[in-house]
């Protein structure tokens, strides 16, 4: 018979029987997840490092990294490199039935959105880019790099592309707090019409990795976003790269819409 000193080395080894390392770390997954239900433990409050959670329990860091695994994998709980893992807020949801910017909609539910502006320039369009808002190749572009905030986690890195006419007039705007579509729409008068989207998953680079607070090559989500305005004018054309940990898209669609249906059927968006 294995005894107790000699399975938990085995586990820390990493050669103990499937058994036993489940039976830990669920068990300290279910004890840390009570705290949390419980409100002992609050949003965006720190866990206990690894160290004191292997002290406190008497299992192996291996175990330690399998429990908070699987609360980060139920959205309880979210890492940030270097810094250690938090309890997450409940989940927050943005309908896309209707095109609003993301500090716009999380506003109106109560949670606080501010953003990093990590760069703003002049720069001669990209091919894509000059295709996507039909300009010549190599034509101006404002080009805005921005990470998004939402209740003071980071959830996303996006890169907007605007044609200088517009552009250079949103360098002098509140770019820290608010939405780039409010500022076209309110200050620069240019209602908007509709947006392409396209979403795939991928994993994030290594410059981007830190700002988002996450490990090189952790999922995202990353997003292609080109805006018209209300007369069908390209203006703005986005990349935008979420925490695959706290973000997702909900849609619903009529089969029997058809195209139509397809395009304005109720879709929700949900950081987490």
Known sequence: MTSSKGQQRDEVEGTAP?????????????????EITSGRLKPHDRLPSEAEL???????????????????ADGLIFALQGKGSF??????????SRLE?????????????????????????????????????????IEIRRVRHLDRAPISYEVTYLPTVIGARLASADLARRDIFTILENDLGRPLGRADLTVEAALVSEDIAPLLGIAPNAPVLRIERLTHDAEGVPIDFEY?????????????????????GSRTGSSRREPV
Do not use: C
């Open 240 to 260: 935008l790269v979420y925490r695959g940990d706290t973000f997702r898209y909900r849609l619903t669609v009529d089969r029997n819409a058809g195209e139509i």
């Open 18 to 34: 499937a058994r036993a390392p489940v039976a830990l770390y669920a068990a300290i997954r279910d004890a840390l997840m009570r």
């Open 101 to 141: 910017g993301f500090a716009e909609a999380m506003g109106a539910a109560g949670h606080e959105v501010w953003n990093d502006v990590v760069g703003l320039g002049e720069i001669p369009a990209p091919r894509e880019v000059a295709e996507r808002l039909r300009l010549k190749r190599g034509a101006a572009v």
């Open 54 to 72: 292997m002290r406190r329990f008497g299992v192996s860091r291996i175990t330690v990294r399998q429990a908070l695994g699987a609360l980060a």
């Open 87 to 96: 309890v997450s807020l409940p989940k927050a949801a943005q309908t896309l």
